[in-house]
Structure formats: structure tokens, C-alpha cells
């Protein structure tokens, strides 16, 4: 079984590289393709938990199981690990050793996918929630698919987004520290959500119709970063899994809100995702297994061609 590690990963792939397969691979599962089932458990409660997420898609050569973690006391909080077996004998593949990395990216695509699908073509002003990795990868998956010029960072560490703001400032023409999440939103086009809130950081009384939502941090039942008027408000709610987001995201959760499709719907043209540039749009995303199957089938090949 071929081992890889996290420089190595890093070194291989970007997020360019996987927007287009997990756009093809959120159609897939859309198409009712495969299987992806998934588990999450919080072993050290509020302060940790693990994200089993599995993947198979017919005709590829790979299955893979993915096993990611988030724990306050780990020093990086995130950590974990892509299996990869082959598909026609279930025998390991690889092991893809990759520090959180590979999930971040991909996380990151499928937003890139969500905003490309429903924000409006002309939005140039990016509002983030959230200071992390996610929060810096998100800015640049919304600048790879919109013209966005300018980001209006928000964070409950003043220090944090101040980091988060230097990080990106040779990315953007301008890059602005808000004092308060409403205050970064009411500026914005698009607005990211990228935290591990366990209540609400983004209010729907502060949303106006023609912008859009990504919210990608509120994975599980414990956390909430959406109050329930941002998804009854919304003109169109995109989901990742119909079935599973519902059930674990937290805040959609609690809200009762239904979903009005899949982004693999919107892709497939089975929805028309946004039609009119006042509508108000949400897309809530948990993160799919068959996310982490496309990114582990784009990145072996790069690793395996990459000069040892």
C-alpha cells in the first residue's frame, strides 16, 4: 500500500484542481449513484469530534473511506486520513496521510461550485464569517468562479481576522476588518460562513434579496451558524444531500426549513438554481464522501507522477 503525507499532498494539488470533479461527483450522487453513507461521533463532546465519510461511485477504480477529525486540544486542531482501495478487489490502495488537507480543499471546491452556481454573475464583494483555513480557502474559491475585488473580513478573535486580513491582502484589491458580523454582511454579495459556531453568527434580518449565502461550518447537530429566517427567507435553499444535511447541519436542522434541491440538481439542470438577480440564496453544505473520492481520484494520479 503506497503512503503519502501531508507536504507531499500539499505540494501536489490546489484548489483549482478539484472544482470541476466534485462539481461532476455532487451530480453523480444527485443521480442517485452509488452509495456515500457517513457517521459522526463527538468522543471529547464540544471539544472534538471525528467524521467517518465513505464513497462509492460506479465505474471508478477506487472506493475510499475518509476519517477526519477536530479536537481543541490537538495541535492542529484537524487532522485525518483518506483510504483509498481498489474498487474491483477492496484491497488498500493507498493511504492518504493528509493533515485535514485534502478536506479542505475539496470543502473549499464545493463551495466554489455552490457560489458559481447561484450568486449573481456580477458579484464583486465577499463577506467572510470565520478566520480559519476554511475562511481563507473560501475567499478564494468565491474570487476562482465570481469577479470579487473586495472582502469584508469578520471574526470573534479580532486578532485572528487581522491575520486572516494580511493573508489576503495580495489576493484581493481590498481587504477590510468588520467590527461586527452584520456590518461585514450588509456590505457584501456573497456571504461565507466558515466557523464552528454553536449558535447563530448570521441573522436573516440583516440579508438583502439578490445576495447569496455559503454556509460550510455547521456539520453536525451541535452547531448553528445561520439563525432558521436565513433558510425560510431564502428563495432558493441548495443542499448538498437532501437527505443527510437536514438531519446533521445543526442550524438547518433546527430551523425545519426544506430544501428547495441539491447543487447536483442545479448542475444537472434538473433545478434552475438562481433565476432572478433579487432573489436571496443559501446553499448549506455538510461535506459529501463522494467529495473526498474526487479529490483522492484527482490527487493520486498527481502524486504518483510528481519526481520522487
Known sequence: MKLYGPDVIG????????????????????????????????PAGEQGDVHVKAAW??????????????FAAGDPPSGGYIAVHDAATGLPYALLFDDHRLTDLRTAAAGAVATRLLARPDA??????GTGVQARLQ????????PVESVVVWGRSPRAALSLREALLGEFASVTVAPDPEQAVRQADVIVTATA??????????????????AVGADDLTKAEL??????????????SRRDTPAIAGDLNASGAEPTAEIGEIILGRHPGRVD??????????????????AAETTLPLLEEAPS
Not at 461511485?57 to 477536530?70: A, E, H, I, Q, S
Open 11 to 42: 505540494r501536489a494539488v490546489d484548489l483549482p484542481d478539484l472544482i470541476e470533479p466534485v462539481s461532476r461527483a455532487l451530480a453523480d450522487f444527485s443521480l442517485g449513484l452509488g452509495q456515500a453513507p457517513l457517521m459522526v461521533f463527538a
Open 277 to 294: 438577480e433579487r432573489q436571496l440564496t443559501v446553499a448549506k453544505l455538510i461535506g459529501l464522501g463522494v467529495q473526498d473520492l474526487a
Open 124 to 129: 464583486t464583494t465577499l463577506a467572510v464569517l
Open 227 to 240: 439563525d432558521p429566517a436565513c433558510f425560510h427567507r431564502a428563495d432558493v435553499l441548495a443542499v448538498d
Open 197 to 214: 459556531a454553536r449558535s447563530p453568527i448570521l441573522r436573516g434580518a440583516w440579508l438583502r434579496p439578490g445576495q447569496h449565502v455559503t
Open 57 to 70: 461511485l460506479p465505474g471508478r477504480r477506487y472506493f475510499t473511506v475518509k476519517v477526519g477529525t477536530w
Open 139 to 146: 475567499a478564494l474559491a468565491a474570487r476562482a468562479v465570481r
